[in-house]
């Protein structure tokens, strides 16, 4: 399905969100121990800007509500000090959404050489979010180079393949080992 023209918006959001329903009045990532210093420090910085809308799982956003705003995000920033294989980056590339993030741990995996945009710092960050903003066309390679990353390196058929190609490795790769793994698309 063909990405729709971009449109430009200004809203300002930046989503926390909860891989289960909310557990007591409060809650953000679990793995974050800042997250609620950092989220009173924004709603204080931001209580004056009309444009700016602070969305978190406190605020009722859930799934549905982050799949709406990575795919209608003129782009998506993940700028974490440290980060795992974050699927928040490889939902918005697969949804031909930009992502700028953080050069560290699995945001650099995901993002590879030509996903997104990958930076050290946060001038380096306002310095891709305005390089995207302003060449559309650079966005528009990226969401389309970021999707087919995801979709040669981290969808099931990647690692079935790899599997069966390991099978046929252990297996000396005997003709009858290769011709069995072929039929199955690993040969």
């Not at 809308?53 to 605020?59: A, D, P, S």
Request: charged share 30%.
């Amino acid at each position: 399905m063909e990405r729709p023209a971009r449109r430009r918006r200004r809203l300002a959001a930046r989503t926390e969100t909860s891989s289960g329903p909310a557990a007591g009045a409060r809650r953000l990532e679990a793995d974050d121990p800042e997250g609620f210093a950092i989220y009173d420090q924004v709603r204080t910085a931001t209580a004056d800007e009309p444009d700016c809308h602070l969305l978190t799982n406190l605020t009722g956003i859930g799934a549905l509500e982050v799949n709406a705003f990575q795919r209608e995000a003129d782009d998506v920033v993940q700028k974490s000090l440290r980060e795992g294989f974050g699927l928040t980056v490889s939902e918005a590339l697969w949804k031909e959404t930009p992502v700028i993030g953080g050069n560290v741990g699995g945001i650099s995996l995901e993002i590879g050489g030509d996903g997104g945009l990958l930076v050290d710092d946060v001038d380096g960050c306002a310095v891709a979010i305005v390089a995207l903003l302003e060449n559309e066309a650079l966005a528009d390679r990226l969401a389309r180079t970021g999707r087919e990353r995801v979709r040669r390196e981290f969808l099931t058929p990647r690692l079935v393949r790899d599997d069966l190609a390991l099978y046929r490795k252990l297996l000396g790769g005997s003709k009858r080992a290769s011709s069995e793994l072929a039929v199955l698309g690993a040969g």
